[in-house]
């Protein structure tokens, strides 16, 4: 039997990601949407907007997508993400 061991910031993570789930659920019970989280990971990004990573990497190199790396992760405002879908580029 194998034994493992998980701390208490594994499961405060854990805890925070089960309510978010439940929230989003409880949501969809009701008929409305999730308010959309303010950032997105590159992951997030990609399932929106049904892109490959060269993509969005692409994106990322010409200036058309805004981003904020945090260590070795990518993160993307949701309000720019937008602005792309609906063919605004500019900075209003």
Known sequence: MK??????EDFENFKKELFEEIRKYRGRLKGVEPEPKEWLKSYEVRKLL???????QNLRINGTLAYTK???????????????????????
Not at 50 to 56: C, D, E, K, M
Not at 74 to 91: A, E, F, P, S, V
Request: aromatic fraction near 8%; glycine fraction near 14%.
């Open 3 to 8: 034994v493992e061991l998980i701390t208490k």
């Open 50 to 56: 049904g892109i490959s990573p060269g993509t969005l």
């Open 70 to 92: 945090i260590g070795g992760l990518m993160y993307y405002r949701y309000h720019d993400i937008q602005k792309l879908m609906n063919g605004k580029n500019d900075d209003s």
